[in-house]
C-alpha cells in the first residue's frame, strides 16, 4: 500500500482515474454502507467542497485499487465544518489559521484490507493516519480539524491519535457527529504509522523518524 496526494486540476490521466475510484468507493462506503444522506451519481459520490480543488490523499493498494481516501482544505476557505455544521463547534468557534487543515471524507474500503495491527485496527487505517500526518507537516500545517462521528472518534483515540472536541456531539441524519482537533507533528506520526508505511515525502518522513 502506497498513500499518494492528488489534486484534480493537475491530475495526470492515471490520476484520473484513481480519482474515479475514490468517488466511487466513497459511494460504497458513505451511502451504501454507513447510509449517509449524500448525493451519488453515476455510482460517485461527490459534493460542492470537491469544487474547491482540494488535495486528496489516496491509499492505493498494490494492484492500483483505491483502498482509501481523504480530502484536504485549508481552513481559511470554505469547509465543511465552517459551511455544512458550524453548529458542531459552536462552543469554541469555526478554527481559520494558516496553520490548520481541514480533513473531510475519510474512508477505508475493509472489503480490500484485512491486516491488523497491535491496535485491532487495520494496517490501511494507520497508513492513512500517518500520510494525513506527514502531508500536514510537509505543507505547514500543525493541526487538522475534521467533523467525523462518536464511532470514529473511538477509532482514532485506539490509533493513539486523539480528536480535542470542539463542542458536544450532534444528532446528523443516522448518526452522533463531533468535530476536534488532531495534532500534526512528530509524535503523532510516529505513534500511528506502521511499519510498512512508504512515505509520500521520503525526506519529510526520515527527518520524523
Known amino acids: 500500500m502506497r498513500v499518494v496526494a492528488i489534486c484534480r486540476a493537475s491530475a495526470s490521466s492515471d ?10 468507493l466513497r459511494a460504497k462506503v458513505f451511502k451504501h454502507r454507513l447510509d449517509w444522506a449524500v448525493q451519488v451519481e453515476h455510482s460517485q459520490e461527490k459534493d460542492e467542497y470537491d469544487q474547491l480543488d482540494p488535495t486528496y490523499l489516496l491509499l492505493v493498494g498494490a ?6 481516501c481523504a480530502r484536504l482544505l485549508p481552513s481559511t476557505g470554505p469547509t465543511m465544518l465552517g ?29 480490500r484490507c484485512d491486516t491488523v495491527s497491535a491496535s485491532g485496527l487495520r494496517d490501511a487505517t ?44 450532534h444528532q446528523v441524519g443516522n448518526t452522533i457527529a463531533v468535530a476536534g482537533l488532531l495534532q500534526a507533528d512528530d509524535t503523532s506520526f510516529n505513534l500511528v504509522r506502521p511499519s510498512t508505511y512508504a512515505p509520500i515525502f521520503p525526506t519529510t518522513a526520515e527527518a520524523a523518524a
Not at 490520476?15 to 466511487?24: F, P, T
Not at 500536514?136 to 477509532?155: L, N, P, W
Open 15 to 24: 490520476e484520473q482515474r484513481l480519482l474515479r475510484r475514490m468517488h466511487e
Open 63 to 68: 494492484d492500483d485499487q483505491v483502498i482509501g
Open 83 to 111: 459551511q455544512t455544521f458550524p453548529f458542531l463547534a459552536a462552543a469554541s468557534g469555526i478554527p481559520q489559521s494558516n496553520q490548520i487543515v481541514e480533513s473531510s471524507r475519510f474512508c477505508i474500503d475493509t472489503e
Open 126 to 169: 494507520h497508513t492513512l493516519f500517518a500520510g494525513i500526518i506527514e502531508w500536514s507537516m510537509a505543507k505547514g500545517y500543525d493541526q487538522i480539524v475534521t467533523v467525523t462521528d462518536c464511532r470514529f472518534e473511538r477509532i482514532l483515540k485506539r490509533a493513539r491519535w486523539p480528536l480535542k472536541r470542539l463542542g458536544s456531539p
